[in-house]
């Protein structure tokens, strides 16, 4: 009996596939279409069936029965491709439809820039507020297993995953002076890293270009990295600097020593090259990188792909100017003698260039009476209000309270395409879910909004052939999964959860443009989160499955 048993075993069984029994009875059954999986293997044909929440088969299934059945002749079947560094932890308790994202194939985002949604008191609602009362929310949580039942309650299109921010835990307990925490603040610090980590967080983040977290010394990283990592977290960062003056070459060293210190893997958030006297050094960063990872460095790295980058208008302001927070902010750049000082080392950055003036854009505004310049460069809102442009951008800052969203033209495509064609870097959009309609829809934002994942596999895969197509794939779907942990996504394969996106490679592209931002892609025709559809035929279905993923250390 035994010998006939194991002779009935079918090859596709030994392969982790599907015989496709004629008996068995599937909730969708996706048939014909080009599987492309996730591992980076070329894509074969093959039929993808699931049942609940999950992938049960992949194989020759025409002959089984199905509620729903999809044609995916002439289209590509992959895993849903995940977002490794999103910012919709807010946003997404806004408009929970995600739309932006859905409609470019995202099926999960990881979020938690060095600011993340927990924990969260009394002084961080308050930095929070203007953001609050526009949009009409409120922060009930105070660690992150409260945002998750918020999360939950909410609903959501899409599984949200996230870090928590070292400048999180900073301005919870330190506030937002510019000091290094005592002893006993840094070991409060490090227990509220424990707790996040305890309650799903999938490691500890920074973000260290923005102030409060520019305040923060490496040793303080080390540390916060050291909590994560007791419960298998991982360190990730929006390093120190992105170019300026062969200062990246310090950043990435130091994110290498506090991985090294803490014992943990290390991520670069949206690896880049900013600046126009620092185009092509791409390589140079590339060497650098795998050099740390000879030397057993496991870093790693993720990027958009745009040659502009976006954050806030007061990020060009230098760190020391924002400590005490936003008030503090608004307070020096009122204040003339203040204001002088801030002209003068942003006259004396950028190499002695400046302020690039012609390559900001604004994006969105906070103050209504300013509406006006959304999608105008900061020059043109010298030119409108006739002042120098340092004081334009000081009296803007002033006007929208320090709220204005700007897009930066920095980096050059030559060094986006080297760094996109290493095989340890995955894809970022960097940006909250939008849509075109609802309280999202405003402004002009960053088009990766819209379009970053269809764009790297049509223009950069398909059209311009930096990548093939299974490696594009792999590098937003198993590459991001397998980095932070999170399990039983990432690949088509039974077993695994059944985030699903069927797609047309002839035809998937961005739409949205620097111009007109609010347009969803092209080319995606069914997505799938936890076995059900979300996205169809360029609508969303009304289903809201997704779920909050947990990090290595939830429930220890």
Known sequence: MKKIAIASICIAGLLGLSCGHSNDRYDVLILNGRIVDGTGDPWYYGDVGIRGDKIVAIGKLASASATRRIDASGKIVSPGFIDMLGQSGMSILVDNRAMSKISQGVTT?????????????????????????????????????????????????????????????????????????????????????????KQGALGVSSSLIYAPATYAK???????????????????????????????????????????????????????????????????????????????????????????????????????????????LLERLADKETREKIRA??????????VNFEGILIAQTFNPQLKEFEGKRLNEVAKAWNEDPYDALFDFILKDSSRTGKITFSMSEQDLRFAMGQNWVSFCSDANARATDGPLSEGKPHPRAYGAFVRAIGKYARDEKILTLEEAVRK?????????????????????????????????????????????????????????????????????????????????
């Not at 990592?229 to 003056?245: F, L, N, Q, V």
């Not at 014992?263 to 650098?288: F, T």
């Not at 080392?345 to 400046?354: D, I, K, N, V, Y």
């Not at 797609?503 to 069914?526: C, L, M, R, S, W």
């Open 109 to 197: 985002e990881v979020t938690g820039e060095g600011g993340s949604v927990a924990p969260v008191n009394d002084r961080i609602r308050t930095e929070m507020a203007p953001y609050l009362e526009k949009y009409k929310l409120t922060v009930n949580w105070d660690d992150f297993e409260g945002y998750w039942r918020r999360f939950s309650s909410n609903k959501s299109a899409i599984n949200l995953a996230s870090f928590v921010g070292a400048t999180q835990v900073r301005a919870y307990v330190v506030g937002y002076d510019e000091r290094d925490p005592s002893p006993q603040e840094l070991d409060q610090m490090k227990e509220l890293v424990r707790d996040a980590m």
């Open 218 to 328: 490496t040793q303080e990283l080390i540390e916060l990295a050291k909590a994560a990592a007791e419960y298998g977290g991982m360190y990730i960062s929006h390093i120190r600097d992105e170019g300026d003056e062969g200062k990246e070459a310090e950043a990435i060293y130091e994110a290498a020593d506090i991985a090294r210190a803490a014992h943990c893997s290390v991520e670069i958030w949206h690896l880049k090259v900013a600046g126009y006297e620092n185009w092509g050094k791409m390589p140079d960063v590339v060497r650098q990188i795998e050099s740390l990872r000879r030397e057993g460095i496991d870093m790693t790295a993720d990027l958009y792909p745009y040659i502009a980058s976006s954050n806030s208008l007061d990020a060009t302001v230098p760190g020391w100017a924002h400590a005490g927070g936003r008030a503090k």
């Open 345 to 354: 080392e942003l006259t004396g950055s950028h190499a002695g260039l400046g």
């Open 476 to 556: 937003m779907t198993s590459q991001p999964a397998t980095r932070v942990g999170l399990k039983e996504r990432g690949i088509l394969k039974p077993g695994f959860y059944a985030d699903v996106v069927v797609f047309d490679p002839e035809t998937i592209a961005d739409k949205a443009t620097f111009e007109q931002p609010h347009q969803y892609a092209a080319g995606v025709e069914n997505v799938f989160v936890n076995g059900q559809e979300v996205w169809e035929g360029g609508k969303w279905t009304g289903n809201l499955p997704g779920k909050p993923l947990m990090g290595p250390g939830y429930g220890r």
